[in-house]
């Protein structure tokens, strides 16, 4: 079962998001799960077996918010390599709930996983298609030999979806593959999301 006891070091380079505090959790004797405040685009470990995720849409060609800032972080190549990804239907590279990866180019990652949450007032069922996006993001990160994985808060921002419950989706979603990965780490942009992903992770691990 979850340890719980959570202790707060300072992220220093190596796993940091601009640097600040970490708030670790275990999952299970060799997998911790990491939260802090940050920019995801500075975010990387070791740049081999390391990847972080994106919240795209599902053309997959750029946005705005952190999609905006990953695709400016990465340079063109990023965009190029996202176009390469075959459409399913017309318009559609990445369905919501599903996950696609990429070369990470000049970020410091070795990948970008790709993914779609719902629009919080639009999607019928909400809340599977965020379960699905941590989910399929997390198998397709395993397939690929990833030990290190960093997520933003998908759907939280354009897409609406309310903090408090998208927080507990993420943190339930994410136990499931306790074990899995050496690191699983939260860089989340707002302290109030911040705030809310300490207390699902506090309540949940
Ligand atoms: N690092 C970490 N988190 C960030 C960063 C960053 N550099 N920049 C923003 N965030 P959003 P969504 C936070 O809107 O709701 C795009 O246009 C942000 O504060 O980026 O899934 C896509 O192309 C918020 O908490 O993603 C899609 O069309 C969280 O990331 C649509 O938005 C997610 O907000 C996806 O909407």
Not at 34 to 51: E, F, M, N, P
Not at 70 to 79: C, N, Q
Not at 153 to 162: D, H, K, L, T
Request: charge should be neutral.
């Amino acid at each position: 079962s979850p340890i719980r006891a959570r202790v707060r070091v300072w992220s220093g380079m190596a796993g940091g998001g601009g640097g600040g505090a970490v708030d670790r959790f275990e999952l299970s004797p060799s997998s911790v799960l990491k939260l802090q405040k940050g920019d995801i685009t500075v975010w990387s470990v070791d740049g081999s077996t390391d990847a972080i995720v994106n919240a795209a849409n599902e053309l997959m060609l750029g946005g705005g918010g952190v999609d905006g800032a990953i695709h400016r972080a990465a340079g063109p190549e990023l965009r190029e390599a996202c176009r390469a990804v075959p459409m399913v239907r017309p318009g559609v590279r990445c369905p919501t709930g599903e996950a696609r990866i990429t070369p990470a180019f000049r970020l410091p990652v070795s990948r970008v996983i790709h993914t779609v949450g719902p629009i919080y007032d639009v999607h019928p069922q909400p809340k599977v298609s965020l379960e699905n996006a941590y989910r399929n993001s997390l198998r397709l990160a395993k397939e690929n030999g990833i030990q290190y994985i960093a997520f933003p808060a998908i759907s939280c921002g354009v897409f609406r979806y309310p903090y408090n419950e998208a927080s507990r989706i993420a943190i339930s979603t994410i136990k499931e593959f306790s074990g899995d990965f050496n690191e699983v780490h939260f860089v989340l942009f707002s302290d109030d999301i911040y705030q809310s992903w300490l207390e699902a992770a506090r309540e949940l691990l």
